[in-house]
Nanobody, 113 residues
């Protein structure tokens, strides 16, 4: 199983980024996929998830700004992040609920004020 997150970077407050999580070794179309993040000195938190049927849910802190999506044909999940704030700065991890928890390596998002 491999989950490869990409798309992080440095952006000014108010800007946008799109994260991608490419997967292999899982039956992607039946798997609930998640984005987590971990800010310096803080615990890892769930940002958003998307079920195999496309149902989504978001942390209150990102509702209305972030959009999670999936492309089953490409075995890839996305996180569109708009109106970014400095408090969104964190390492973002993709996660799959597939035969237990599967984690990617994380991608760093830094939002400058």
């Amino acid at each position: 199983v491999q989950l490869q997150a990409s798309g992080g970077g440095l952006v000014q407050a108010g800007g946008s980024l799109r994260l991608s999580c490419r997967t292999s070794g899982i039956t992607f179309k039946i798997t609930t996929m998640n984005w987590y993040r971990q800010a310096p000195g803080k615990e890892r938190e769930l940002v958003a998830f998307i079920s195999s049927t496309g149902s989504t849910n978001y942390a209150d802190s990102v509702k209305g700004r972030f959009t999670i999506s999936r492309d089953n044909a490409r075995n890839t999940m996305y996180l569109q992040m708009n109106s970014l704030k400095p408090e969104d700065t964190a390492v973002y991890y993709c996660n799959a609920w597939y035969r237990g928890d599967q984690w990617g390596q994380g991608t760093l998002v830094t939002v400058s004020s």
